[in-house]
């Protein structure tokens, strides 16, 4: 059983378009994550929730919604698309009460906007 | 603002070689995690180092955090093509809720 799981792994669309990822993680923690990683390879943190709640909200467009229906789901909802908006996304999630936080991710989703 | 600088970005090596990448940071963490990525899959955690001047062994690699918990640095002796991916070190500030904060990566590419 994959432990985070992403869909689609792959997403072409164009500019303008409203595309969605989801994600589903079957380890009983509270705490998920979007992290966006950019052509360089750099992983940059875009949303947090736990336990349902946002938590961390990095300087995101508000293009960008997520939405966490319970602790296990955490989706994201990208509107009108951009160029730039094409990068590798990756969800993740966590256990807050476990002090070393390591995070488990899941094995992205890759999303040009053409 | 990267506040955690990994180097080299790149490196290529032979078999057999030993090498170090260093991760530094002008603030401190309370923790850091150093992560492995391979093509096509998420970061997967190798150690976490939580005290200043922790050094943790994991079989050819070794981890250490720096006295102060600015920095860390991973070193691997005798390398194998099997240690080919992009190395992560990622540092949070605070509780286990806190920002998790990534380096840019070292690309460590291992040649038979």
């Known amino acids: 059983d994959t432990a985070v799981s992403q869909t689609p792994k792959y997403l072409v669309t164009q500019m303008g378009n409203d595309k969605s990822i989801k994600c589903e993680q079957n380890?009983?923690?509270?705490?998920m994550y979007w992290y966006k990683q950019d052509s360089k390879k750099f992983l940059k943190i875009m949303f947090s929730?736990?336990?349902?709640?946002?938590?961390i909200n990095e300087t995101v467009p508000n293009r960008f919604s997520p939405k966490s229906p319970d602790k296990a789901h955490l989706n994201l909802h990208i509107n009108s698309l951009e160029l730039g908006d094409s990068a590798v996304y990756f969800c993740?999630?966590?256990?807050?009460?476990?002090?070393?936080?390591?995070?488990?991710f899941g094995e992205g989703s890759r999303l040009t906007v053409l | 603002t990267q506040l955690l600088e990994q180097s080299p970005q790149f490196l290529s090596i032979q078999e057999g070689e030993n090498l170090t990448v260093y991760c530094n940071s002008s603030?401190?963490?309370?923790?850091l995690q150093w992560y492995r990525q391979e093509p096509g899959e998420g970061p997967v955690l190798l150690v976490t180092?939580?005290?200043?001047?922790e050094v943790k062994k994991l079989k050819r690699l070794t981890f250490q955090f720096g006295d102060a918990r600015k920095d860390s640095s991973l070193h691997i002796t005798a390398a194998q093509t099997g240690d080919t991916g992009l190395y992560l070190c990622?540092?949070?500030?605070?509780?286990?809720?806190?920002?998790?904060?990534f380096g840019r990566g070292t690309q460590l590419t291992v040649w038979p």
């Open positions: 180092v939580v005290t200043g001047g």
């Open positions: 929730y736990n336990n349902k709640e946002l938590i």
């Open positions: 380890l009983g923690h509270d705490t």
């Open positions: 993740a999630s966590s256990q807050a009460q476990i002090a070393v936080g390591e995070l488990f």
């Open positions: 603030s401190v963490f309370s923790s």
């Open positions: 990622a540092g949070r500030m605070g509780s286990t809720l806190g920002r998790l904060y």
